[in-house]
Protein backbone atom coordinates (compact mmCIF):
# COMPACT_ATOMS: atom_id res chain seq x y z
CA UNK A 1 0.00 0.00 0.00
CA UNK A 2 1.40 3.25 -0.58
CA UNK A 3 0.58 6.47 1.39
CA UNK A 4 -0.40 9.73 -0.33
CA UNK A 5 0.86 12.78 1.57
CA UNK A 6 -0.48 16.01 -0.55
CA UNK A 7 1.00 19.10 0.40
CA UNK A 8 -0.87 21.90 1.26
CA UNK A 9 1.65 24.78 -0.33
CA UNK A 10 -0.15 24.38 -3.78
CA UNK A 11 -3.68 24.68 -2.25
CA UNK A 12 -5.74 27.61 -2.48
CA UNK A 13 -5.40 28.88 1.20
CA UNK A 14 -9.32 30.59 1.16
CA UNK A 15 -10.39 27.12 0.76
CA UNK A 16 -7.88 25.38 2.90
CA UNK A 17 -10.13 23.53 4.68
CA UNK A 18 -12.55 22.05 2.21
CA UNK A 19 -9.58 20.90 -0.12
CA UNK A 20 -7.95 19.17 3.10
CA UNK A 21 -11.90 17.73 3.23
CA UNK A 22 -11.70 16.85 -0.11
CA UNK A 23 -8.22 14.73 -0.40
CA UNK A 24 -9.40 12.97 3.25
CA UNK A 25 -12.35 11.84 0.89
CA UNK A 26 -10.08 10.82 -2.08
CA UNK A 27 -7.93 8.52 0.62
CA UNK A 28 -4.97 10.86 1.54
CA UNK A 29 -3.14 9.56 4.26
CA UNK A 30 -1.55 12.42 5.81
CA UNK A 31 -1.44 16.44 4.86
CA UNK A 32 2.03 17.43 4.30
CA UNK A 33 2.86 20.81 5.40
CA UNK A 34 5.93 22.57 3.83
CA UNK A 35 7.70 25.71 6.52
CA UNK A 36 10.26 27.45 4.72
CA UNK A 37 11.99 30.95 6.01
CA UNK A 38 13.31 32.47 3.21
CA UNK A 39 17.29 31.30 4.17
CA UNK A 40 17.47 27.36 3.52
CA UNK A 41 15.42 27.83 0.59
CA UNK A 42 14.55 31.39 -1.55
CA UNK A 43 11.03 31.65 -0.17
CA UNK A 44 8.21 32.28 2.78
CA UNK A 45 5.57 29.74 3.56
CA UNK A 46 3.32 29.02 6.50
CA UNK A 47 3.84 28.67 10.08
CA UNK A 48 2.59 27.47 13.37
CA UNK A 49 -0.55 28.81 12.75
CA UNK A 50 -1.89 26.70 9.76
CA UNK A 51 -1.10 23.37 11.42
CA UNK A 52 -3.15 25.15 14.76
CA UNK A 53 -5.69 26.14 12.10
CA UNK A 54 -5.72 22.25 10.63
CA UNK A 55 -5.76 20.58 13.66
CA UNK A 56 -9.87 20.60 14.48
CA UNK A 57 -11.06 19.93 10.87
CA UNK A 58 -8.79 16.74 9.81
CA UNK A 59 -7.97 13.28 11.75
CA UNK A 60 -5.41 12.94 8.90
CA UNK A 61 -1.64 12.62 10.81
CA UNK A 62 -0.11 16.21 10.19
CA UNK A 63 3.58 16.21 9.14
CA UNK A 64 5.36 18.85 9.21
CA UNK A 65 8.46 20.16 6.38
CA UNK A 66 10.83 21.92 8.19
CA UNK A 67 12.77 23.39 5.20
CA UNK A 68 14.49 26.06 8.01
CA UNK A 69 18.26 26.72 8.69
CA UNK A 70 17.42 26.83 12.42
CA UNK A 71 14.77 23.74 12.77
CA UNK A 72 15.01 23.17 16.37
CA UNK A 73 13.93 27.02 16.93
CA UNK A 74 10.50 25.75 15.92
CA UNK A 75 9.89 22.11 17.58
CA UNK A 76 8.42 23.20 20.25
CA UNK A 77 5.76 25.80 18.11
CA UNK A 78 5.24 23.30 16.20
CA UNK A 79 4.55 20.25 18.39
CA UNK A 80 2.20 22.11 20.41
CA UNK A 81 0.23 23.31 17.27
CA UNK A 82 -0.78 20.05 16.71
CA UNK A 83 2.18 18.50 14.64
CA UNK A 84 2.44 14.34 14.46
CA UNK A 85 6.01 14.27 12.47
CA UNK A 86 8.99 16.37 12.09
CA UNK A 87 10.88 16.84 9.29
CA UNK A 88 14.28 17.92 9.44
CA UNK A 89 17.18 18.53 6.72
CA UNK A 90 19.92 16.63 7.34
CA UNK A 91 21.77 20.08 6.03
CA UNK A 92 21.97 21.80 8.69
CA UNK A 93 22.28 20.49 11.94
CA UNK A 94 25.70 19.27 12.51
CA UNK A 95 24.62 16.34 14.67
CA UNK A 96 20.73 15.58 13.77
CA UNK A 97 20.33 13.14 17.09
CA UNK A 98 19.73 15.06 19.66
CA UNK A 99 16.63 16.48 17.64
CA UNK A 100 15.65 13.14 17.12
CA UNK A 101 15.30 12.48 20.32
CA UNK A 102 14.12 15.62 21.18
CA UNK A 103 10.83 15.21 18.96
CA UNK A 104 10.49 11.04 19.65
CA UNK A 105 11.12 11.78 23.41
CA UNK A 106 7.96 14.23 22.97
CA UNK A 107 6.23 11.40 21.81
CA UNK A 108 5.95 12.38 18.28
CA UNK A 109 7.74 11.11 14.87
CA UNK A 110 10.19 12.37 13.05
CA UNK A 111 12.36 12.80 9.89
CA UNK A 112 15.33 13.74 7.83
CA UNK A 113 15.27 14.89 4.50
CA UNK A 114 18.14 15.32 2.31
CA UNK A 115 18.55 17.48 -0.95
CA UNK A 116 18.92 16.44 -4.48
CA UNK A 117 23.02 17.62 -3.73
CA UNK A 118 23.56 15.33 -0.95
CA UNK A 119 24.81 11.92 -0.85
CA UNK A 120 22.19 9.09 0.66
CA UNK A 121 24.97 7.54 2.56
CA UNK A 122 24.63 10.58 5.27
CA UNK A 123 21.58 8.82 6.28
CA UNK A 124 23.63 5.56 7.25
CA UNK A 125 24.29 6.54 11.05
CA UNK A 126 20.35 8.01 11.43
CA UNK A 127 18.31 5.53 9.78
CA UNK A 128 17.37 3.41 13.06
CA UNK A 129 16.71 6.31 14.85
CA UNK A 130 14.23 7.82 12.97
CA UNK A 131 10.73 7.07 11.48
CA UNK A 132 10.73 8.73 7.96
CA UNK A 133 13.54 9.03 5.00
CA UNK A 134 12.28 11.96 3.01
CA UNK A 135 14.43 11.95 -0.31
CA UNK A 136 13.82 15.57 -2.48
CA UNK A 137 13.52 14.36 -5.88
CA UNK A 138 13.63 18.78 -6.96
CA UNK A 139 15.64 21.38 -5.37
CA UNK A 140 13.17 22.47 -2.62
CA UNK A 141 12.08 25.92 -2.37
CA UNK A 142 9.17 26.17 -4.89
CA UNK A 143 6.19 23.65 -6.09
CA UNK A 144 5.46 22.70 -9.89
CA UNK A 145 8.85 22.10 -10.20
CA UNK A 146 10.07 18.32 -12.72
CA UNK A 147 11.03 15.42 -11.09
CA UNK A 148 15.05 15.25 -11.58
CA UNK A 149 16.02 12.20 -13.52
CA UNK A 150 18.76 11.15 -10.90
CA UNK A 151 15.79 10.66 -8.56
CA UNK A 152 15.30 6.90 -9.16
CA UNK A 153 18.85 5.73 -8.37
CA UNK A 154 18.96 7.75 -5.59
CA UNK A 155 15.69 6.67 -4.63
CA UNK A 156 16.58 2.76 -4.93
CA UNK A 157 19.75 3.32 -2.91
CA UNK A 158 17.96 4.79 0.03
CA UNK A 159 15.34 1.79 0.10
CA UNK A 160 18.14 -0.81 0.15
CA UNK A 161 19.68 1.35 3.40
CA UNK A 162 16.54 1.32 5.06
CA UNK A 163 15.91 -2.65 4.07
CA UNK A 164 19.72 -3.10 5.58
CA UNK A 165 19.26 -0.81 9.09
CA UNK A 166 15.51 -0.33 9.56
CA UNK A 167 12.35 -1.87 7.39
CA UNK A 168 10.18 -0.12 9.52
CA UNK A 169 11.20 3.63 8.43
CA UNK A 170 9.14 5.03 5.59
CA UNK A 171 10.72 6.00 2.58
CA UNK A 172 8.68 9.39 1.29
CA UNK A 173 9.33 11.11 -2.04
CA UNK A 174 8.93 14.67 -2.45
CA UNK A 175 9.03 16.82 -5.59
CA UNK A 176 7.60 16.28 -9.06
CA UNK A 177 5.57 13.52 -8.38
CA UNK A 178 2.13 13.05 -10.57
CA UNK A 179 0.89 10.33 -12.39
CA UNK A 180 3.88 9.68 -14.53
CA UNK A 181 6.70 9.67 -11.96
CA UNK A 182 4.62 8.10 -9.37
CA UNK A 183 5.26 4.87 -10.60
CA UNK A 184 8.70 5.11 -10.88
CA UNK A 185 8.74 6.37 -7.72
CA UNK A 186 7.48 3.30 -6.21
CA UNK A 187 9.19 1.11 -8.62
CA UNK A 188 12.44 2.09 -6.38
CA UNK A 189 11.42 2.13 -3.77
CA UNK A 190 9.34 4.61 -1.89
CA UNK A 191 6.26 3.86 0.50
CA UNK A 192 4.82 7.63 0.30
CA UNK A 193 4.52 10.23 -2.28
CA UNK A 194 4.13 13.76 -1.53
CA UNK A 195 2.55 15.66 -4.53
CA UNK A 196 1.09 19.11 -4.30
CA UNK A 197 0.00 20.33 -7.69
CA UNK A 198 -0.77 17.49 -9.16
CA UNK A 199 -3.30 16.91 -6.84
CA UNK A 200 -4.34 20.65 -5.66
CA UNK A 201 -4.07 21.78 -9.77
CA UNK A 202 -5.49 19.11 -11.04
CA UNK A 203 -8.58 19.72 -12.91
CA UNK A 204 -10.07 16.62 -12.05
CA UNK A 205 -10.12 17.83 -8.91
CA UNK A 206 -8.01 16.86 -5.90
CA UNK A 207 -10.75 14.17 -4.42
CA UNK A 208 -10.16 12.29 -7.71
CA UNK A 209 -6.33 13.30 -8.17
CA UNK A 210 -5.57 11.94 -4.67
CA UNK A 211 -7.68 8.54 -5.46
CA UNK A 212 -6.13 8.41 -8.79
CA UNK A 213 -1.99 7.83 -6.86
CA UNK A 214 -3.55 6.00 -4.23
CA UNK A 215 -4.19 3.45 -6.82
CA UNK A 216 -0.56 2.76 -7.19
CA UNK A 217 0.59 -0.30 -6.13
CA UNK A 218 3.72 -1.81 -6.44
CA UNK A 219 2.47 -4.87 -7.49
CA UNK A 220 0.71 -3.54 -10.69
CA UNK A 221 3.76 -2.20 -12.08
CA UNK A 222 5.81 -4.04 -14.26
Known sequence: MISIAPSILAADFSKLGELVHQVDLGG???????????HFVP??????????????????PLEVHLMVDNPSRFVDSFLQAGADTLIVHFEVVSDPLPLIQEIRGRGRKVGLAINPGTSVDVLKDYITDIDLALCMTVWPGFGGQSFLPESPERIQKLRELIEKLNPRCELEV???V???TAPVCV???ADVLV?????FGSPKGPKLATEQLGRIRAEELE
Open 28 to 38: ANRIHVDVMDG
Open 187 to 189: RHG
Open 43 to 60: NLSMGPVVVKGLRPITKL
Open 178 to 180: DLQ
Open 174 to 176: DGG
Open 195 to 199: AGTAI
